[in-house]
Structure formats: C-alpha cells, structure tokens
C-alpha cells in the first residue's frame, strides 16, 4: 500500500482560517463580527407572510450597513469592489438564504443589471435609491416557457417612432415573466428583457427599466401581478409572475448601453452581430451565477459543521467487551460519508477564490478603468462561473441531504437547521441557470476552442483524427500554470506510481478529460458524415459524451486550484493537513468513477484495490482534524441555529454521568475530572 506522512495534530484553525479566508479575509471577518441580530437567522415554523415581513426587514438592514453594496460605483456610495460583494454575499448565505437570495435579487441582479447595462443618466436617477433599497426591484428575464433559453424569449417591446415610446407586451400565457423575486410583494420596477423591435426589425434580446407598482403599491396600467405561492424552500421571497398588456415604456428607460435606439427608431449598436451583443450583455451579469455558487459552498460548510460536531457527541453502540458506546464519527463508514465531502468543499472553496478574483480583475478593468471587454477573457470567466455553479450546487445538494442522514433522527427536525438548509438549495441547482444547460454551456465552450485549433467542425469527416489534437490551449491550465504542468511532466506513466503523488492526481484526472473530449469530437464527425442526419440528431445523439466531457473539465479545475491553494500556504502543519485534505479529493474523485478509468486502461484490478485503501488511509489520518477542519470555517456559534449544538454542554454533561454510572457498576473508578460524552437517546 501507498504510505503517507501523517498529518501534524497540532494545526492551528485559526492559521487554517486565514489561508481559508483569502483575498476578502476583511470583508468576512466584518460579517462575522457584525452580522449579529437574530432575525437574519430562519425562524421554525413561521408562516411565509412572516417569513416575506421579516426578510424584507433584514434586506433593509443590510442596505444601511453597506455590506451588500460594495460592487456599486463609488461615486454612488459603493467601493468598486466586485470581489467583496460576492463575498458579502457568500457570508450572509451562513444565515438565512431566504435572505441572501432576496439580497441578491435586489443588489446582484436588478441592481447589477442596472449598474452595467445602463446609463450614466440611468445611475444617477436610480442607482442611490436602488442601493439604499428604496427602490425594490425585480430582475424579470424567464418567463414560464422559456427559462434557460434567454434568446428566444417571447415579451416583446416595439417602438413607435411616433410617442417616443416603445410597447411592452406578453403576446400568451407562456411568455409571463415567472418565479421573479421581489415581484410578488416588495418590487416597484423591474429590469425586464424582450426582444427589441423598431422600424419592424428584432434586434434580438434587451432591457428595460419597468415601473409595475405606483406609490401606493398598486400594480401600474397593464401589468398583472401574481403570486407564485408557497414553495419547497426560501419562504422569505417573494417570487411572482408578471404579465404586460402594451405597457408604454419611455424610450430613455432602455438600458442602452450595447444597444441604442434614436428618436426615429433607428438602432445602433457598438457590437454588430445579435448573438456577440447578446452573450456580451448576459455575461455582464455574471456575478449572480458566481455569488449563487458560492452562496452552496457556505451552505454545505454549514451542513458539514453540524454534522461533523453531533457525529463527535453521538454515540452507537458498543465495542465487543466494552461498555462504552463508540463515537459515530469513530466509524469507517461515518467517515466515508464526512470526510470526502469534506474535502471536495474544500477543494470548491479554492475553486471559488480563483473563479472570484478573476471575476472581479475583469469587470473591475472594464467597468472601472474602462479598458476594452476582452471577449476571450470573458468567455473564459463565463465557462468557469457555470462549471462551478454546477459543481457547487449539485454538492450542496448531496452533502446537506447526506449531512441530514448522519445525523439521524435529529437531523430531521427543523430546530436543527438541516431541513431547512436542504429544502432553500434545493431550487439552486435550477435558478441562475439550470445545471444541465450550464454542463452544455462549458462542453460547448470546449468544443469551441477545439473547433478555434483545429479548423470549422465541417470538415471533421474528411481529416486525420490524431490522439494529440485536443492540446493544451483547449484543455487550458488554470492557477499556478508552470506548477500543474512540472506536476504532470514529472510523472513517466500511470502504472505503479504512488497514488499520494500529486502528478499521478493530476495525469488521471487530465487523461480523462482529453480522452471524453477527444471521443465526443469523434462521436460527432462520425455523425457529420452520416447521409441525412438532422444537425439537431447529430449533436443530441452524443449528449451524454459533451455533459460527460464538461463534468471531467470541472474536476480537473477544481483539483487544481486545491493543488494552487496548497502550494500558496506558508505553515508547514496547515500545508501538510491540506496536502493530506487535497489527496482525498483526488482519489475519491478517482475511486467514484473507478469503473470508467478501469475500462480505459488507467487503473488495473490490483491497483483499483490499492486506491481504495489509499482512500481508507487517507481517512484514517484525517478522522483526528475533523473538528479542526470545520473550526477553520470560522462560522459564529449565534449563526448556527442548530438545537443539537446548542445542548453540546448539557449533552456533555449527561454523557458524563452516564459513563461514571457504567464505571461504577463494573467496579472501576472514575478519573477526577475526567467527562465522557456518551450520548443519551431520547426516551432513555
């Protein structure tokens, strides 16, 4: 079996804290100090007016402490800071989400949308009161038959050269702005996307600002307000569905600021082509996808948290002549369940900081120092924003559930937060982009840059298909490019090199992703030279190849911005427990595809055997920092709101007096001082 040095105990959390905390550590360090009332926390049992009331309450509050408007101008009050506002964000998700998503409803979209598709005139009208939420609003793009595919949406908005204005209309049911939030109470204009048409052109997908509630709080002539009602989770917004029967909209309320629409009608624009200017205007808007991505990470830290500190108090079962029970988190298949989820969070924190400092240096280039959109820049930024969505929220998903079953009974019951927390990231894996597309989204971007290479995909059936096409500019390293690629170099095969060397790691994951892209390309040439194929049968027969080829990209991202992260830390313990944590996820995401990797020649049976050991080893040496390696989550105690955490002292104390009944009976004495922390089961 592989061996490896064993993880120092003595790691500061603290030191493992800062590493955590990163570029922003002023910014999360503010909220935990501040964020301190007990109505940003979810209330148990409250009904959804009551959840709406208090919600709003709490997003009012967090307007008059600047912590969620630092993206914003600073000449309206902001700091220009895009990376901190994401941030923000992230911390307030440790409270309640219902919170953070109403928060990033008014700030992250409809104020975002604002900030970068409007103009200078706009900002000044509206943007201060916008900030100071004053002014509530809604970001109304889906629409209930047309939710991920944006450009085909169907409200029109026409102009007539004639009034100045143009004519806001849903033609049908299907195309009624649906699951808006701040639409179905708070919301008094919209930012709101149509095709735009004049002089009887569409000029594709635009938006407008849209009062829909007077000063009175009245729905405006010809917009209908519904209510979407109650919903499995994040009680506290208040989602709604708009409709618009030929709402006139002034010409100036156009967010103009990649399309123009003169008095006479005529339209200009600085990109020509519809479909640039549209994916240039979305992606603009990218610091929604990345906040709700990283808003899943805090989430899942706060499941983890929770669960790993019950399994170290929870006890079942006693060992054969033993009378004590033993720990829950003493049990393999315990740690199997904490310990790898464990470190793909970590793994996914490090991810977040790269995608959140690239992030914020390319909008701060454009929107601060007005330097040119780098559109290759962008698309890059883009593709990663919805790799990690999807990795973020498809983890929050099954960890907060796992979480949930490691605590039993007890995880069941609302006061001790997990249901609460699985039901509010439940609609994360479909809002700001359903994960399904956005896998798409980044296989499309890898067969672009295939296709960028290697020449037009048309001519795939009459050219040579070598193992070596799919280089390095399409499977582009990350962070720390010169470490990953002397990583990879260094390791001369794949048989009989140690599994904990980090080149072996990186080889695997890296070969899978070239051999799924490699076999989608063939897939697809195969089908570009069958007679008659439909160009839609040619792609779709091959879409479990292009989500598989996107998943594989992902994983590779993510191992190494961990492997960048290792590399960046100074402490020799808080570095050795990260190696450690980083090997984990590794091979665990190594050992769950181990079936693929095995019919593909990089794993034997003998070493298949060895990597699940190494695996069990890894988790051996880790299950002592368990605690530690929540503890660097730094998530205030008052932030928890879990009942099982909150009776730990209590919890100890019986257990303590358990166990020194047990002692006695068999004759034994009790150390002085000694507490135990045998569990005590309801009813017993």
Known sequence: MTTSTPVNSSVDPKVL???LDGRWAHVRRDA??????????PVYGETMQEARERV???SKKLADSGRVVLGFPKEYGGQDDSGGSVTSIEMVAFNDLSIMVKTGVQWGLFGGALQLLGSKRQHDEYLRDVMSFDLPGCFAMTETGHGSDVQQLRTTCTYDAQTQTFDLHTPH???????????????RMAVVFAQLISQGTNHGVHAWLVPIRDADGQPMPGVTIGDDGPKAGLPGVDNGRLSFDHVSVPRDMLLDRYGQVAEDGTYTSSIENETRRFFTMLGTLVRGRVSVGGSAGSATKLALDIAVRYGDVRRQFAAPGEDREIVINDYLVHQRKLLPALAKTYALHFAQGELVETMHDVQTAVHVHGQEIDEQAQRELESRAAGLKVAQTAHATATIQMCREACGGAGYLQ??????LKADTDVFTTFEGDNTVLLQLVAKGLLTGYRDNFGSLDGWGRVGFVADMVRETVLERTAARALIARLVDAVPGVDDVPMLERGWQLKMLEFREKHSLEGAIRRLRKNSTTEGM????????VQDHVLKTAQTHIDRVVLEAFVAGVDRTDDPAVRQLLDSQCDLYALSTIEADKAWFLEHGQLTPARAKTLTATVNQLIRELRPHMITLVDAFAIPAHWKAAAILEEEPDRQAAMAARDAELRARNGEDTPEGTATDLDVPPGQ
Do not use: C, W
């Open 415 to 420: 006061e001790n937060r997990l249901p609460h």
């Open 56 to 58: 709003t309450r709490m």
């Open 32 to 41: 935990r100090e501040n964020l301190d009332d007990p109505e940003m926390l």
């Open 534 to 541: 439909a160009p839609f049968d040619m792609f779709n027969s």
């Open 17 to 19: 804290q800062e590493v």
């Open 173 to 187: 049911q299907a195309a009624r702005k649906d699951y808006i939030g701040n639409a179905a109470k708070d919301g």
